[in-house]
């Protein structure tokens, strides 16, 4: 029986590890699009601000009086299969 238990736990993980690429982020086009932007939220805009090759990352960062502080960094791309 214990053997039965440990194919479940391997299967589990593997759907996991399946599902992980469907749920990767899109890009949005504008900064202005993103709403309600929450601390340790990381989004990706594509608008053409950084180098090529990489693409705008806002981060929230701290909570201040006025919201959610935001800040922006250029990071690598990733290759789409």
Same mark, same amino acid.
């Given at each position: 029986m214990p053997r039965i238990g440990f194919? @479940? /736990?391997i299967g589990?993980?593997?759907? $996991?590890? !399946?599902?992980?690429?469907?749920?990767?982020?899109? @890009? /949005?086009?504008?900064?202005?699009?993103? $709403?309600? !932007?929450?601390?340790g939220q990381r989004v990706l805009?594509?608008?053409?601000?950084c180098p090529a090759g990489q693409i705008k990352q806002v981060i929230g960062a701290k909570l201040s009086q006025n919201g959610v502080v935001?800040?922006?960094s250029c990071v690598p791309r990733l290759a789409k299969k």
């Amino acid at each position: 029986m214990p053997r039965i238990g440990f194919v @479940a /736990l391997i299967g589990a993980v593997i759907c $996991v590890a !399946l599902s992980a690429p469907a749920s990767a982020q899109q @890009a /949005l086009m504008r900064e202005g699009d993103i $709403v309600d !932007l929450r601390v340790g939220q990381r989004v990706l805009v594509d608008d053409g601000s950084c180098p090529a090759g990489q693409i705008k990352q806002v981060i929230g960062a701290k909570l201040s009086q006025n919201g959610v502080v935001r800040t922006r960094s250029c990071v690598p791309r990733l290759a789409k299969k």
